[in-house]
């Protein structure tokens, strides 16, 4: 408890928090400039993410019904563009992911975190990526424009980054770097760079000239702080869908609502992301461990104590 107080009382919290005020505020106008509509969050649902990689489940039974808390919205994106009448959406959502202990010294993890979740339909890679980098420039100028008292008491040293955004394949970063080359690059880069081509969840779209290369991507910070957002063009053809479920092993029936609007062709092409705000304040701000960016943060396999 001391070393809550502690934190909810200083001056660089304060500071970080009117930060990431005001870069939210400049998230929300941007997307009401484009005409980006925001839906609120879905925090249960009997469909979840399934993430690439293991975590534990937090599920709960209600009346007979096995429900997920979010991990994150990405069929619900998806679903939300069967609408004739939308095509553009946004969310700001909390998301759970019970990640393993290891994970809390890479300074970047949280179990209870929100992200700016968009997705555009019947748009590809390229024009999600370049509005992307359009929100990272324009968030960041707003943050120096408004913050730099902030900005000065954190001791950051924070630029507009030029763009357009450098691009690297996984596989050729994977042969030249090893395991660790999306950290690697990030400490060797002064602005953010993408990463594509990378295997992960069944709903990543496969590049159809070119199987076996996948049409997704991470936006990266540079200065060792990482992953910034992770997303990519979206699979929805019901066949498809169920190859890629089955060679990863995973079960339809989890997964059964959404697959039913697949099989009725009812899910539409689409490219997306997820943009994590604490990992966007602790770039804005330079703080090195995300737990110290907000006031009720919890790191995997630390005790919550709020």
């Known amino acids: 408890m001391e ?10 919290m304060a500071a970080r928090l009117r930060i990431q005020s ?3 505020k400049a998230i929300h106008d941007h997307m009401h400039l484009f005409g980006v509509i925001q ?3 879905v925090l249960l649902s009997p469909i979840t993410d399934p993430l690439c990689h ?3 489940e937090a599920d709960i039974a209600y009346y007979g019904q096995q429900l997920a808390l979010t991990k994150s919205m990405i069929m619900h994106k998806q679903i939300s563009l069967v609408s004739p009448y939308t095509d553009k959406i946004y969310i700001v959502s909390p998301n759970i992911r019970l990640e393993k202990a290891e994970l809390a010294s890479t300074g970047r993890h949280l179990i209870d975190f929100s992200q700016v ?3 555009f339909k019947g748009k ?3 024009e999600f990526m370049g509005f992307t980098e359009e929100i990272m420039k324009h968030t960041i100028k707003r943050v120096l424009e408004e913050c730099g008292a902030e900005l000065e008491l954190l001791r950051r040293e924070l630029k507009t980054p030029k763009g357009p955004f450098k691009k690297y394949d996984s596989r ?10 999306e950290q690697a690059l990030s400490f060797e880069s002064s602005e953010p760079f993408w990463i594509t081509n990378i295997k992960r969840e069944f ?6 000239g070119c199987p076996g290369k996948y049409l997704n991507y991470d936006l990266v910070y540079p200065e060792g702080f990482g992953e910034a957002l992770s997303g990519g063009e979206r699979d929805w053809e019901y066949g498809v869908l169920m190859r890629k479920m089955e060679e990863r092993g995973q079960s339809p029936g989890s997964f059964a609502p959404y697959l039913e609007l697949a099989k009725r062709g009812e899910l539409k092409p689409s490219a997306g992301g997820g943009l994590g705000v604490e990992r966007l304040v602790r770039y804005l701000t330079g703080t090195r461990d995300i737990g110290d960016v907000g006031l009720f943060t919890k790191k995997p396999g630390e005790k919550v104590v709020l």
């Open 203 to 208: 709903y990543d779209r496969e590049d159809p």
């Open 117 to 119: 979740d968009v997705e």
């Open 172 to 181: 050729e970063m994977l042969e030249r770097f090893g395991e660790g080359y």
């Open 39 to 41: 839906l609120v969050p």
């Open 22 to 24: 005001s870069a939210l």
């Open 54 to 56: 293991s975590v534990f």
């Open 124 to 126: 590809g890679r390229g």
């Open 3 to 12: 070393k809550f107080l502690e934190k909810l009382k200083s001056k660089e």
